[in-house]
């Protein structure tokens, strides 16, 4: 598990793009645990589609504005 005081820019930071990815990438895990067990639950897959969708938008401006820390999280991710 990543620790969000690697990526703070400060000691108050919590709305850096790379900790709203990583909270976004908890919650992931969490809603598809969730689905794997409530396979017919379609709010929740629709909830996790989405939250998908705004994890990929926050790498794009991740990428584009800080390209050292995007590849750096990318490779802690995987």
């Known amino acids: 598990m990543i620790m969000k005081k690697n990526y703070q820019l400060h ?5 850096s793009t790379a900790l709203q990815i990583i909270s976004l ?4 895990k969490r809603l598809g645990g969730h689905l794997k067990e409530n396979k017919k639950d379609v709010p929740a897959a629709r909830a996790l589609k989405n939250k998908i ?4 938008r926050f790498f794009k401006y991740l990428k584009r504005r800080n390209p050292n820390a995007f590849e750096k999280l990318k490779k802690e991710l995987k």
């Open 25 to 28: 990438r908890r919650g992931l």
């Open 53 to 56: 969708a705004k994890e990929k």
């Open 11 to 15: 000691e108050k930071d919590t709305g």
